[in-house]
C-alpha cells in the first residue's frame, strides 16, 4: 500500500494551465477507472473536484479536468485563479484498499 | 444537507485506546458505504480503513490492521473507530467520509485530532 506518486510542487500564473500527474501501478491506477483528486485549503476537510477519472461533480468549476494513461492519473486545471492555490491529492481504487497520492502544493504566482 | 460531525479525539498516552465517531444526517446513512481518512500534522492524507453498508464487510491500511476497528450502528446513524495499542505515528486529524461507489469521496466531515503523548 504505498502511496501514490505525486509531483510536491507546481506553481501558474493566473489565467494559464497546469497539470498535476498521479503515477500508480497496474494494481491501483492501471487497473481501474477509478480515480479521484481533491483540492484541500489550510486547515480545511477535502473536497472532491474529479471522480471517476474524469467526472466533475456538481458545483465544480469546469476548469477542472481529469485524464488517465496507463499507470498515471492527471488533473489539469486551466485559467488558474488565485483561489485554486491548494494542495491537491489524488486517490485509487486498490480492490480492497484506497490509496492516496503524496499531495501537491499548487502555488499560483 | 448532508452533514457528517466527528468526535472522540483528544490527547491520549502511548499504548492508549479511542473511541471516535462519526455522526451522520441529511442522507440515507444506512445505504451508504464509510470511510475513515487521517492527515498527520503538516503531512498528506493517507485512507484508513472502509465499511459497507450494512456493516458486514470492512477492509483496512496495513498499518492499523489488527488495532483499529471500524463499525457502524445504522439506527443511530452514526460511524465508529475503535482504535488500540496508539502510537506515536498515529497523531492525526481523521476524517470520515461518505463515499459513492469506489472513490466518490463527496462529503467529509470536519476532522477530529488524535494525539499521542506521553
Known amino acids: 500500500q504505498s502511496a501514490l506518486t505525486q509531483p510536491a510542487s507546481v506553481s501558474g500564473s493566473p489565467g494559464q494551465s497546469i497539470t498535476i500527474t498521479c503515477s500508480g501501478t497496474s494494481s491501483d491506477v492501471g487497473g481501474y477507472d477509478f480515480v479521484s483528486w481533491f483540492q484541500q485549503h489550510p486547515d480545511r476537510a477535502p473536497k472532491l473536484v474529479i471522480y471517476d477519472v474524469t467526472k466533475r461533480p456538481s458545483g465544480v468549476s469546469n476548469r477542472f479536468s481529469g485524464s488517465k494513461s496507463g499507470n498515471t492519473a492527471s488533473l489539469t486545471i486551466s485559467g488558474l485563479q488565485a483561489e485554486d492555490e491548494a494542495d491537491y491529492y489524488c486517490?485509487?481504487?486498490?480492490?480492497?484498499?484506497?490509496?492516496f497520492g503524496g499531495g501537491t502544493k499548487l502555488t499560483v504566482l | 444537507e448532508v452533514q457528517l460531525v466527528e468526535s472522540g479525539g483528544g490527547l491520549v498516552q502511548p499504548g492508549g485506546s479511542l473511541r471516535l465517531s462519526c455522526a451522520a444526517s441529511g442522507f440515507t446513512f444506512s445505504s451508504y458505504w464509510m470511510h475513515w481518512v487521517r492527515q498527520a500534522p503538516g503531512k498528506g492524507l493517507v485512507w484508513v480503513s472502509r465499511i459497507n453498508s450494512d456493516g458486514r464487510s470492512t477492509d483496512y491500511a496495513d498499518s492499523v490492521t489488527g488495532r483499529f476497528t471500524i463499525s457502524r450502528d445504522n439506527a443511530k446513524n452514526t460511524l465508529y473507530l475503535q482504535i488500540n495499542s496508539l502510537r506515536a505515528e498515529d497523531t492525526a486529524v481523521y476524517y470520515c467520509a461518505r463515499v459513492v461507489g469506489a472513490t466518490n469521496f463527496d462529503y467529509w466531515g470536519q476532522g477530529t485530532l488524535v494525539t499521542v503523548s506521553s
Open positions: 486517490c485509487s481504487f486498490a480492490g480492497n484498499s484506497v490509496i
